[in-house]
């Protein structure tokens, strides 16, 4: 083989190496764009309920455990980057659906996302929605995060509570996880990178909250948010 041939042949196999990665990291990022959009949509469909089973039903690819307890049923769906991952392109990275049903009526939809799955304390954010229903121990304007603060820690651990009526900036806000942790070769290293709308990392082990959190203690709402 000539040097010519050589040097196209290696070419070649550049390009397509580059185009697989590409068709990979753009799968991930539209499957997970899509499967948050539709967790997002569930508190604003008709019958939320119905739209959670058509959820269900959507997704059963990724169902990983059904487990039912008298009047609790609860779907856990698992999505992860393992057509990154496991060529080693990027640090594996999951994002997983728990749809619980409670008497029969959509109860909770919790969305977590973890990077560097396999580490210690890998970096994880979750989400809760919380449906009303007729239960009048659900706060339903609620929006809780935790931790919230300035300087605050852990930075490898991040929950949001969003009631269904809160507003939608702050589910927004809470539901605005960072796909590129899902494709990036290091992936994340802390909740502000995860979720950068909700913490900003302000020292190496301290993240401080962005929003206000209806669990603020007046002295907190008397701080200014980090910039």
């Known amino acids: ?4 041939q050589s040097l196209a042949a290696v070419c070649a196999a550049v390009l397509l190496f580059v185009g697989f990665v590409a068709i ?3 799968y991930v990022v539209h499957r997970t764009t899509e499967l948050i959009a539709d967790t997002q949509s569930l508190d604003r469909a008709p019958d939320p309920t119905a739209a959670a089973l058509a959820f269900t039903k959507k997704y059963r690819r990724y169902l990983a455990e059904t487990t039912c307890d008298r009047n609790l049923c609860q779907f856990r769906f698992v999505f992860s980057n393992r057509v990154l991952s496991v060529p080693r392109l990027a640090k594996r990275a999951e994002i997983e659906v728990i749809v619980s049903v409670f008497h029969e009526r959509l109860d909770a939809v919790m969305t977590g996302l973890t990077s560097n799955v396999f580490k210690e304390n890998s970096p994880v954010v979750h989400v809760t929605e919380s449906f009303c229903n007729d239960r009048m121990d659900i706060p339903c304007t609620d929006f809780a995060i935790n931790p919230h603060g300035r300087d605050v820690q852990p930075t490898w651990n991040g929950d949001i509570f969003i009631g269904q009526l809160a507003t939608e900036n702050q589910k927004q806000a809470a539901r605005a996880f960072n796909f590129d942790c899902l494709i990036a070769y290091r992936g994340c290293r802390d909740i502000s990178e995860l979720n950068p709308l ?6 190496p082990d301290r993240v401080s909250s962005k929003v206000r959190s209806t669990a603020d203690s007046m002295a ?4 200014p948010l980090p910039n």
């Open 1 to 4: 083989m000539s040097t010519k």
């Open 24 to 26: 990979c990291r753009g």
């Open 198 to 203: 909700i913490w900003k990392c302000t020292n």
């Open 220 to 223: 907190e709402t008397a701080q």
